[in-house]
């Protein structure tokens, strides 16, 4: 799995790309991403996720780091 990080000044907001094979796990990528978001108060960032099959709770500890070493 990789996340890559991309600072932009964007009033706050945070833009996500996730790139998946797993069909039928939308609202479970919404869910592990806006919590992960929020939880990190971070802001003004850009991310592209390349899951490579990793399971929801990797994709968040991943996450959750890099969001941890943004701020």
Known sequence: MEVLLFRREQAGKVNIKA?????G????WARVLERSVVDSGCGDLDLEINDNNATPFIVQLRLRQTLLDAR
């Open 19 to 23: 790139y998946t094979l797993v069909i």
């Open 25 to 28: 796990f939308d609202r479970m």
